[in-house]
């Protein structure tokens, strides 16, 4: 799994002002990575998503995902913002920090489903969220979500 989490897959200070500005960020980074064929189908996804209902949680973090046959290979994609950016949220903020999970067509019943329950499991914890807004490096943004996410602790 450690392809899926990785460094690269992260971004500190980016800009963007509006929801739509966070989901080209990560189709851009999805496809410098290789992880999707083209921004265009992982935007769609990720707005596809979004029109069922809210990926916004609480204190300042969402978790968009979208699965996709231009997607092609399972990855999380991470996006910390300079500003927050308006998104409705479960506690009606915005928001500063996109975990986004991107996952190709034919994995969307396992992976899917089951990385993205231990991302969310591990977002609920009681000072997980701070943390991941704290960190100041793609290592240690990792490594948090490492720690937390891969060993279900």
Sequence with gaps: MSSILAPENVTLNASASTQAEVFSL?????????????????????????????????????????????????????????ESVEWESLDEQPIIMAISLLIPEGEAGTTHLSLLSQVARTLMKPGVRAELLAAESPDAVIGLLSQHVMSGS
């Design 26 to 82: 990560i189709a851009a980074k999805a496809v410098e990575l290789g992880i999707a064929a083209d921004a265009a189908t992982v935007v769609a996804g990720l707005e596809s998503r979004e029109k069922q209902g809210t990926t916004g949680l609480m204190d300042g973090i969402a978790i968009p995902h979208a699965k996709s046959p231009g997607i092609t290979s399972p990855a999380l994609v991470i996006v910390r913002l300079r």
